[in-house]
C-alpha cells in the first residue's frame, strides 16, 4: 500500500473511531428535555461524516475487489448501521442511556450524506449526466431538508423553555401548549379541556383534566418546572373534585440532587374536598422538605401530585401551578416537624 493511499486510510479510521468516542463520551451539559432532544438529533450528521468515512475505506480497500461504484455506499450503509447497533448495544449494558430509536436516527443519517454526496460522485454515471442536474439539485436539497428536520424537536423544546420562562412565576396554567409539554400524567390519563361548570372559571380557560388509573401511583407530574424559586414565599394550585366525599392525595417536590430515596425529598398529604380549592405550601417548608439536608430552591427539578392504590378509577382537574410573593396568613397551614397538614 502507497503512503499516500496509508495515510488516507488511517486518516478515515481515525476520523470514524474519533466519532464513536465522542458519542460515547461526550456527556450533555444538563440531563433535560432540551439537550437529550439536541444530542438525539445529532445522531443524523455524526453518523453522516461516519458513512462517508466508511465510504472512503471502502473505496480505498475494496476497489481491486468491487468494480461498481454503488456497491460502496451500500457498504457503508451497512457498516454505519452496524456501528449504531453495536454501539447502542454496549450503551445498553453501561451507565448510558440506550435508545434503539438512535439505530434509526443513525441510519437516516447515513442515508442523507450517502445521498448528497453522491449528487457530486463523478464514478456514478447515473448522475454525473448533464441531463441530470436538476434531479441532484432536488436530492441534494432533500438532503439538507432531512439533515435540519432531525433538529426540530430541540427547536420545539427551545420554544418551550422560552415560554415557561416568559410566564414565570406561573409554572403552568394549561392555557399554552408549550408549558404542557413539560407535564404528563403518569398511570393517568391528561387532557386540556375547558374548566367543569361548577368551577368559577371563565369558559375560554384551560385546565387539566385527570383519569386517574387503578395502578400503584397514578398522578400528574410536572417536569422540569422554571428551576428558581428563591424569593418566593409560597408555592400554590388549584384542584377541583366533582364527588361529594373527600379524597387524599399526595404531593412531591423535589431538586436536582434527588438521590431517589422518600426521605430526600418534600412529601405531604392534601385532602381535596368537593368543589375547588386553593392550595398554598410555604416555599419555606419545601426548602426544610428533605430530613436529611436543605433542599436546593434554585434548582427544583420536580412537582407531581398522586394517589396512593386507589380502589377505583375516578377523575379530578388541575390549574394554575405558580409561585407567590405574598405573605401566608398563618391560619392556611400548620407547619410541625417540617410535614405540613394543609388547611385549605
Known sequence: MKAE?????LLLILIIIAAIFFMNTIQAPQKTFFWKALFNAGHVPLFGVISLAVLGL???LLSPYIRRRSIHYLISLLVTAGIGLI???IQYYSPRDADFVDIIRDVIGAIVFLLFYMTFDKQLPALSDKNRRKFRVIIRTLAVIICLAAFIPAGI????????QMQFPLICGFDSCWE???????????????????WDKSPDDKVACLIFDKADFPGIAINEPYP????YS????????????????SLRINDTHHDYTFYDR??????????GCEYLIPVESILYGSKTRDMDMTSIAMIKIFAHKPDTSFTLYFDNFKLIRDDIPEYMYHHKNRKIELLP
Open 234 to 249: 409560597a408555592f400554590s394550585f388549584e384542584i377541583f373534585s366533582p364527588y361529594g366525599s373527600s379524597l387524599k392525595l
Open 266 to 275: 418534600f412529601n405531604t398529604q392534601l385532602k381535596i374536598d368537593p368543589g
Open 157 to 164: 423544546w427551545a420554544k418551550s423553555y422560552h415560554s415557561r
Open 228 to 231: 428558581d424559586w428563591t424569593g
Open 58 to 60: 471502502s473505496i480505498k
Open 87 to 89: 454501539t447502542e448495544i
Open 5 to 9: 493511499k496509508l495515510s488516507i486510510v
Open 180 to 198: 404542557t409539554m413539560f407535564v404528563e400524567g403518569e398511570d393517568a390519563q391528561l387532557q386540556r379541556t375547558a374548566a367543569p361548570p361548577k
